[in-house]
């Protein structure tokens, strides 16, 4: 197994290819689009760079897979799936996170909250292949209702549940959110051998450090800050509750959703041609 990482600077995105050496076949694990916020411009120019690594290496693209529906970025997977193929992957919890993101949004009948924007929904337990390699999803709630973390090889790919030690813990606070069920997600993944490296969705150099990418079980159950060994569920919750208090709504949280819950496909064009994002005012 070959675990390339590529990191978005704009969001602080870990972005990952995982591939099999022998079969030349890969995953391209929560892609990032480029996003402008002021001007309203996408850009692929973040995500080429693994899109060029995959054809570089000579890989095929099985799979393009998310850990859930971003709320910090917009999600390119249907611009690798238009440039390598694969098919694009998320937790069944999607649809939980749908159809509370379609009211918000006031979606319509013209979209269904029932998953079928992606190709394929993952159950808890469900098998995959990349290759030759096997892989097994983990469904892992608490940060939003959707969060799967992917277990391939000796490796997991957390999504947003668990950072670095030194930064702890995903956020509960959004819509589907849930501080002891986090917590718990969070114990499934720690009850992996020790040496299972676990390879983060975001590191944003903590102190002033680099920003890293991989820990392992072991790491996190002896430094975590918020759930090493000893820190029980009620004061995980606490502290989690006290923290989420204190933090702001994320700067894409309202473009990103109405994307990531369409797979990465943007809006359709309105009867102008352009395409919009919709932000409904006091709302957060």
């Not at 690798?80 to 193929?85: A, H, P, R, T, Y």
């Not at 990349?130 to 097994?136: A, K, P, Q």
Request: a negative charge; charged letters at 25%.
């Amino acid at each position: 197994m070959q675990i390339v990482p590529f990191l978005h600077p704009g969001s602080s995105t870990w972005s990952y290819v995982v591939a099999d050496a022998k079969t030349r076949r890969a995953a391209i694990i929560d892609p990032a689009l480029d996003y402008d916020a002021a001007s309203g411009r996408t850009g692929n120019a973040s995500v080429q760079a693994l899109v060029d690594h995959v054809r570089g290496q000579g890989y095929g693209l099985d799979w393009i897979l998310e850990t859930h529906a971003h709320a910090d970025h917009l999600s390119a997977a249907q611009f690798v799936k238009q440039e390598l193929g694969g098919r694009v992957a998320i937790g069944a919890g999607i649809r939980e996170v749908q159809r509370t993101f379609k009211a918000l949004y006031n979606l319509g009948e013209g979209f269904e909250p029932d998953g079928s924007q992606f190709d394929h929904l993952f159950e808890d337990g469900e098998r995959f292949a990349v290759g030759g390699l096997e892989g097994r999803v983990m469904s892992v709630p608490g940060h939003t209702s959707d969060s799967v973390a992917y277990h391939i090889g000796d490796a997991v790919f957390t999504g947003d549940s668990l950072f670095m030690p030194d930064s702890g813990s995903a956020r509960c606070d959004f819509p589907g959110g849930d501080a002891g069920t986090l917590y718990d997600s969070i114990h499934k993944l720690l009850s992996l051998p020790e040496a299972t490296r676990l390879f983060v969705c975001h590191d944003y150099g903590q102190g002033g450090r680099a920003r890293l990418h991989e820990t392992t079980v072991g790491e996190e159950r002896r430094t975590n800050i918020h759930v090493k060994d000893g820190i029980s569920r009620g004061e995980y919750v606490k502290l989690r509750r006290e923290r989420d208090a204190t933090l702001p709504v994320p700067a894409l949280l309202l473009p990103a959703i109405q994307v990531n819950i369409r797979a990465g496909r943007l809006p359709e064009p309105e009867a102008n041609g352009t395409v919009y994002l919709k932000i409904p005012v006091d709302w957060f």
